[in-house]
């Protein structure tokens, strides 16, 4: 995942951007963009994110594995 944004652009995450309050775990397209092929998540400095959004995306992503959305590890 490659991404050519500048320094200012960086200075807001993903979801900060869209001004998402949450980060919906049936948003499966979403989370799956922040997942490796093995179904790790990215690292925030990988994945852009700011240290909440990061929080969120974690708590959606355990939430969708447990609703078995998302892999555990594949
Ligand atoms: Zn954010």
């Known amino acids: 995942m490659v991404r050519n944004v500048s320094v200012r652009e960086q ?3 993903r979801f900060c951007r869209r001004g998402e309050k949450y980060v919906d775990y049936k948003n499966v397209e979403t989370l799956q ?6 179904g790790k998540m990215y ?17 959606a992503i355990k939430r ?9 590890c594949s």
Do not use: I
Not at 43 to 59: I, L, M, P, T, Y
């Open 33 to 38: 963009k922040l997942l490796t092929n093995r």
């Open 64 to 72: 969708a594995r447990f609703m078995a959305l998302l892999p555990y």
């Open 11 to 13: 200075t807001q995450c």
């Open 43 to 59: 690292s925030r400095k990988r994945s852009g994110n700011c240290a909440g959004c990061q929080r969120k995306v974690k708590r």
